[in-house]
T-cell receptor, first 114, second 111 residues
């Protein structure tokens, strides 16, 4: 099993540019989560999907952030325009239905906005 | 409402001595509880999980945790620390769709 796949692993961009982060969940998992991790705020849940439908996006910081899941095997997190305070590690995770199910994390995308 | 509290933001132990990372939870119903580990510049990896089958749960790398309902605790322990255990550890509680992460405990291993 390939696990959760994220791309790119590293991204350096300039303020004002659009950034797109990608995630491929584990096959058969119907929940997908996007997290952001920083030294200041720790690990924050941004949004999660169930069966490709966004269920809770209350963690999305502002309108500059958007997430989509066009199909069961792909999701994107977009920041437009990006700002230096968006610099963080962004994790994608997936799991099957059931609160006892393990959530599997991807390796993360380390984003630096200059 | 659910919550999880990791009582220590940093813990330092000497190599070869026991490890104790504390976690208390609050949940209206029987929760599912997890411990994850994050090594530097890596993603989060599952250490172990409690799902009401047994109160003492054994995980990877010699770690275990005991669910104590009377104390609402799920502390993580290991008899003998190894240098490779230096990492950040997260206690997590879930119920239905809700998932709550603790703020993490950074474990330092002294030579």
């Amino acid at each position: 099993d390939a696990g959760v796949i994220q791309s790119p692993r590293h991204e350096v961009t300039e303020m004002g540019q659009e950034v797109t982060l990608r995630c491929k969940p584990i096959s058969g998992h119907d929940y997908l989560f996007w997290y952001r991790q920083t030294m200041m705020r720790g690990l924050e849940l941004l949004i999660y999907f169930n069966n490709n439908v966004p269920i809770d996006d209350s963690g999305m910081p502002e309108d500059r952030f958007s997430a989509k899941m066009p199909n069961a095997s792909f999701s994107t997190l977009k920041i437009q325009p990006s700002e230096p305070r968006d610099s963080a590690v962004y994790f994608c995770a997936s799991r099957r239905t059931g609160s006892q199910e393990t959530q599997y994390f991807g390796p993360g995308t380390r984003l630096l906005v200059l | 409402a659910q919550s999880v509290t990791q009582l220590d933001s940093h813990v330092s132990v000497s190599e070869g001595t026991p490890v104790l990372l504390r976690c208390n939870y609050s949940s209206s119903y029987s929760p599912s509880l997890f411990w994850y580990v994050q090594h530097p510049n890596k993603g989060l990896q599952l250490l172990l999980k409690y799902t009401s089958a047994a109160t003492l749960v054994k995980g990877i790398n010699g770690f275990e945790a005991e669910f104590k309902k009377s104390e609402t605790s799920f502390h993580l322990t290991k008899p003998s620390a190894h240098m490779s255990d230096a990492a950040e550890y997260f206690c997590v509680v879930t119920r239905d769709d809700k998932i709550i992460f603790g703020k993490g405990t950074r474990l330092h291993i002294l030579p």
